[in-house]
């Protein structure tokens, strides 16, 4: 299992858990990441924020919560 800032853009992966606070937990999960959701990764470049791409949304994950989000690289 990686966290979400190891993936490389373009591939997917499945959330399989996420470490932190109970105001990063409710933050993510109003916008549908949550365990099980399948995201694909659009961009990764070192030292600037993870974009995601999950159920019609791009969103931005800064490097601090990406390395939070445990996911499995999906097919």
């Given at each position: 299992m990686a966290t979400l800032d190891k993936i490389s853009p373009g591939a997917?992966?499945?959330i399989?858990?996420?470490d932190?606070?109970?105001r990063l937990?409710?933050?993510l999960a109003s916008?549908?990441?949550v365990p099980g959701s399948?995201?694909?990764i659009e961009r990764n470049d070192a030292k600037r924020p993870v974009l995601v791409y999950e159920r019609d949304t791009m969103?931005?994950?800064n490097r601090e919560e990406s390395r939070r989000?445990?996911?499995e690289e999906v097919a």
């Open positions: 997917q992966a499945r399989q858990r996420v932190g606070s109970v937990l409710t933050r916008v549908g990441l399948i995201v694909r969103l931005a994950i989000i445990h996911v």
